[in-house]
């Protein structure tokens, strides 16, 4: 949300949560309010705290505190918050990593496919385009998790926990394959 330039009070309503990382797909809840409504997947839940919160207008900052407070609804101890928070923002990070080596990925593969007569190119257009598949399902499984993670006011589950883990390895080992490929990229261009 914009706040207006005109004089007068005007109110900001922050949704208490940090940037949301990339994804795959979006999707609004039914309970959606045409232009006002943001789209999910939203980042991670700030956690209870102080905050600054600085408004900058014609050139000159203002900063002031903010605390958020927990919901008294909310009987969560702060640890378990704490594992939620975490384990969301490694969830968020991984969807970052995944998305930026997956449009990497897409644009050497454009790049390669013209040229795929030439010796040695085809196999690696070929490998990219199951790297690509490769990727784009795991950041599906993560967008799952992330949303599974964000979706309580709990801290994670062990099952929750375990499926991070193989993601963030599958992953690595992925990245590891798509260095491998630009490698071949580079000898074969």
């Known amino acids: ?24 797909s979006h999707s609004y809840p039914i309970s959606a309010i045409y232009r006002d409504t943001p789209r ?5 839940w700030a956690l209870p705290g102080t905050y600054t919160v600085r408004l900058t207008v014609g050139g000159r ?4 505190p903010l605390t958020i407070r927990m919901d008294p609804r909310v009987t ?18 991984a969807m970052r990593r995944d998305s930026a080596v997956l449009h990497d990925v897409r644009a050497l593969r454009a ?7 030439r010796a040695g190119v085809a ?11 490769e990727l784009a399902r795991v950041v599906g499984q993560l967008e799952q998790l992330f949303g599974i993670v964000e979706g309580a ?13 193989t993601l963030e390895r599958a992953l ?13 990229a580079a000898a074969v261009a």
């Open 1 to 24: 949300q914009r706040l207006g330039a005109e004089a007068g009070a005007h109110r900001f309503v922050w949704d208490l949560r940090y940037p949301p990382p990339p994804a795959s």
């Open 40 to 44: 999910e997947p939203r980042g991670p």
């Open 61 to 64: 900052s203002l900063t002031r």
């Open 76 to 93: 969560t101890p702060a640890a378990g918050l704490a594992a939620q928070f975490a384990l969301a923002t490694r969830m968020a990070d």
């Open 111 to 117: 790049r390669l496919t013209p040229q795929r007569e």
């Open 123 to 133: 196999p690696v257009v070929d490998s990219l385009t199951a790297l690509d598949r």
């Open 153 to 165: 006011d709990a801290a994670p589950t062990t099952q929750a926990l375990r499926g991070a883990e």
């Open 172 to 184: 690595a080992a992925l990245l590891v394959r798509v260095d491998a490929v630009k490698r071949e």
